[in-house]
Structure formats: C-alpha cells, structure tokens
C-alpha cells in the first residue's frame, strides 16, 4: 500500500494523535491551532479512512501502529508523545506492545483497555459486514450519533453535529468495515496499561454515553485524570478548545 496520510504542524515535543472511529484526522482540526503553538503536531489518518489506502492486509491494529511508527521512522520521530481518543486510544495501547520505549507520554480519551465482550464484538462484525454489503450512506451515520455525542452537543451545537455527520459520510465502506474488524479482534491491555511508567492524562467527556468516567478514570494507576463538562464521546471535536487546554496544561514539559 502507499504510505499513510499524516497532517503535520508546528514544532517542538512531538505529539501524535490518532483519531477515533468513525472519522478520520480531521477530528482535531480544531485543536490544531493551540496544540501546535506548543508542539509538533502528526495527525495520521487510520489505513483505509480519511486519505489513507486501506492495502492488503488483514484487520489488525498491530497493522496500525506498525504504519504509524514506519511513517514515525521516516519523519526522524524517535520519541513522541501519544495520544489516541476511542478506536485511537485503542491504536496506542498496539503501539504501547511494540515499542513502548519511544512514548515519552500518552493522552487516552474516551477509550478503555479490556477487550470486546462476545456481544460487542459481534456487534462489530455486523456492522463491518453491513457496511461492505449495503454502503455506509445514512444508516452509520444515524446509528452513531445519538451515542456518539453528549446531549448539549446535540442540543447546542448542530453545527458539530453537522460537520460530524459529513465526516461519518466521508468515509470509505472498505475502511468502516476494515476498522470494525480489527477492533473486535484487540487483545484485552489492561496489563499493559498498569505497567505504563510514563505521564499519562486520562480524559472523558462527562456525557460520554460510550465510556464511563469510572472506566477511563481507572485505565492507568496514578494517571492524571480529567472530566469535561458538556461533552460526550468525541471532546477535540465538541468542545475543542477545552480538550487543547487540558491536554497542554498537562503536557510534560
């Protein structure tokens, strides 16, 4: 496959964002500006999402993270700090097994570490296949917004609301269905995460109706753990401004 696309601004630490599902990097477009005052921003899109060729390979986020850190390798990335919000997070936690001693710290948003029960995972397996029989036009859209974003968003920001929907639409069957697969298949990294030993900032948004605050409060013993108000399931793209705040008040360094 051509190589993955990746968005990059501004310089200093290097920080790594990995968006979530069913999006692409674009997610952060919102935080872009203040995060990259202060560091060097890479944003990747997923293989088979955004702008990124799905290739050949079979689904697996180990997939993900060894594009990530080939494309990491070809930027003269050795260190970086990590961050993933839901699917993403899930992509750093891959990463996290394969070279854990290039992450200097990480960023977890809204995701959790155990592996799929068999009912999600089934669920997971629906959708993939629904999606490369029918197409993904309307019907994911719909199905992910009502949980996939807080209840002021909903009600107060139709504009978020909108551009999510846009991004939801612009994403390739192949790829939704591609990303379905191979986070039913995640191993559970609970274990991984308990022997992190770098700063980690855990953050959920307080009407996340995805990811409890108590499961991504407890993802990292001793993590720095933040709750944003009036958001749900996607902070960078609800309320922007506070998920940049909080990431660069925590930021090492």
């Not at 790594?16 to 060097?40: C, I, K, N, T």
């Not at 993403?88 to 992450?103: D, F, K, T």
């Not at 994911?140 to 139709?158: C, H, M, W, Y």
């Amino acid at each position: 496959m051509g190589d993955v696309h990746l968005t990059e601004q501004g310089s200093g630490t290097p920080l790594v964002l990995l968006h979530a599902y069913p999006v692409d990097s674009r997610m952060w477009d919102g935080v872009r500006g203040p995060l990259a005052e202060r560091v060097r921003l890479i944003t990747p899109d997923q293989r088979g999402l955004g702008r990124s060729p799905l290739g050949q390979a079979p689904p697996d986020l180990d997939v993900v993270a060894e594009d990530l850190l080939r494309d990491l390798d070809r930027l003269g990335v050795q260190r970086f700090v990590l961050g993933g919000c839901s699917m993403g997070g899930y992509v750093a936690m891959a990463v996290l097994r394969r070279a854990a001693e290039r992450v200097t710290g990480l960023v977890l948003a809204d995701t959790k570490a155990v592996a799929d029960t068999e009912q999600a995972r089934a669920g997971r397996l629906a959708v993939a296949e629904r999606a490369e029989s029918e197409g993904t036009a309307g019907w994911l859209a719909d199905s992910f917004l009502p949980n996939g974003v807080g209840t002021t968003t909903a009600e107060q920001r139709p504009e978020v609301v909108s551009a999510l929907r846009e991004l939801i639409e612009s994403q390739p069957p192949s790829g939704v269905a591609w990303a379905q697969r191979a986070m039913a298949a995640r191993p559970d990294s609970t274990e991984l995460l308990a022997a992190v030993d770098v700063p980690v900032l855990a953050v959920v948004g307080a009407e996340d109706a995805l990811m409890s605050p108590e499961v991504v409060g407890g993802l990292v013993p001793g993590a720095t753990f933040a709750v944003l108000p009036g958001c749900g399931h996607l902070p960078p793209l609800e309320d922007p401004a506070a998920f940049a705040r909080t990431v660069l008040d925590w930021l090492p360094g």
